[in-house]
């Protein structure tokens, strides 16, 4: 004989086949079911991105916003600030003037007094 042999022929049974298409079908579904779960997952995972896309552009226009009102208190502190220096520059001027704060403080007396006599005049 020569060097090579016959394999042997297997006879697959039909029990044989049908445990091999019974496990082959099994995988078939557990594949198909772990694909939809993750298709699922995915889904919650895209939804939950679309969720923090909009919050995230909601914070961007509501920071937007209250940028501008920061903005626009700068800008009246700022003219408030230089009003109240104006003021006080000349409230400085008006005392000097006066005669110092002496004279500045009798001033200021003398006319809470004339305020306080027409009140007293207007009730009575």
């Known amino acids: 004989k020569g060097k090579y042999r016959q394999v042997p022929h297997h006879d697959f049974s039909d029990s044989d086949s049908d445990e091999a298409d019974d496990f082959i079908s099994q995988q078939v579904r557990n594949q198909r079911q772990q694909m939809k779960e993750q ?8 939804q939950s991105a679309d969720r923090l896309g909009m919050l995230s552009k909601n914070i961007h226009e509501e920071l937007g916003h209250q940028n501008k009102l920061l903005d626009e208190m700068e800008e009246d502190l700022d003219t408030a600030t230089t009003q109240l220096d104006f003021v006080t520059q000349k409230t400085r001027e008006l005392i000097q003037r006066s ?3 002496k004279n500045f403080l009798i001033i ?7 305020i ?8 009575t």
Do not use: A, F, R
Request: overall charge negative; glycine content about 16%.
């Open 99 to 101: 005669g110092g704060k």
């Open 116 to 123: 306080v006599l027409i009140i007293l005049i207007i009730y």
């Open 108 to 114: 200021v007396g003398l006319t809470l007094v004339v």
């Open 39 to 46: 298709d699922e997952g995915l889904e919650m995972l895209s």
